[in-house]
């Protein structure tokens, strides 16, 4: 691609035929730009509770289940009553 002699080459620049990144014949790659690493969900968790909030809740949500006192069907078929 010709540049004006007065104007600075950019190290990459978008090439006219394809639409790729076009870089210098001679010149270095683009300089990598640090990411922040991705969020999981583990972690926007542990931004709401902390561990003994989570240990109690759990312990809750166990009992209630262990007490029976949540009816939950195991099979959609066992939800249904027998005629």
Partial sequence: MPFS???EIPPEWECKACGAQALLVDGDGPEEKKGKP???HWD???ERRTR????EVLAERLAVLRSGAMNIAVHP????KSA
């Fill in 38 to 40: 991705a969020r999981t």
């Fill in 44 to 46: 926007m968790l542990m």
């Fill in 52 to 55: 003994e909030e989570l240990e």
């Fill in 77 to 80: 078929r066992d939800s249904r």
């Fill in 5 to 7: 002699v007065e104007a």
